[in-house]
């Protein structure tokens, strides 16, 4: 793999880690910022007051009794009470009646349910009642404190889920942060498991310092120690062919001398008679 290619994976791991990372911790913000302000859209009721709420559309609403929180404004017979904050649980709380008046002027009914609570933008409440609004328009909620007790240090909130689409957005922020980890560290492990020291490879891998042979390398003649010189007359052996050795004939009682070749001594053979002839007769 060249340089360029494996500066491209780095990069391109880093780009992805770090681009999941971001998008993790703006996912996980944005669910934050989502129930702060689904929070703060609530509208709220104060103990011994009848307040008015105007529904925009119909749909099913919650009702939360809210232990610390702040109103600012209210819309109906009582004056805001500004922060307000009391430590217990609903059960623990003054008991309190709540009436809904839709604008036609029947009671709309509330339905006990639990199961949904928050803390966020400075509030902290929990769910203990629902309703269904048929139809927009102004309705009127009087929260009144039952058995002579005093007003307590608690509203009454109502309002959508706070929670509704938070779980999705940290779903998100989670897979996000993951998947940018899986495939950054995998881009930038595949940069370091294919790439390799420059000085391990060669600039020009077909080059070499050797200089190849421009003729086919001669035949050479395999070595031959002294005694061994080329008898005349004697054909000369292919190379490769193995000469068998010729039969030892040394004499008995003699020794070959080391390092010489067998050789065969040739047999004396008896004097030739000379042909007979008559004996020469002196002259006279």
Known sequence: MNSNRRTGFLAAGIVVLIAGLLAAVGLWYSAGQRQSDAVRNLARAPVGCDTTLNFEAAGEFLVFVETEGEISAVTGSCVAPGSFGELGSPQDLAPVRLVLTGPDGTEVALDARTGVDYAAAGSAGQLIQTFVVEKSGSYVL?????????????????????????????????????????????????????????????????????????????????????????????????LGVPVPPAPATTPPGQQGTPGQPPFTTPAEQPPTPAPWAPPEMPSR
């Not at 996000?176 to 294919?194: E, K, W």
């Not at 891998?205 to 003649?221: G, L």
């Open 142 to 238: 009087r929260v009144e404190p039952t058995n002579g007790s005093e007003p307590a240090g608690f509203a009454i909130a109502i309002g959508r889920d706070p929670s509704e689409g938070v779980q999705s957005l940290q779903l998100g922020a989670f897979a996000s942060g993951i998947a940018g980890l899986i495939v950054g560290l995998s881009l930038i492990a595949t940069n370091r498991r294919r790439g390799s020291p420059a000085a391990l490879v060669s600039a020009d891998p077909w080059s070499s310092a050797a200089e190849w042979p421009t003729s086919p390398p001669e035949a050479q003649q395999p070595g031959q120690s002294a005694g061994w010189a080329q008898q005349p007359g004697l054909p000369m052996q292919p």
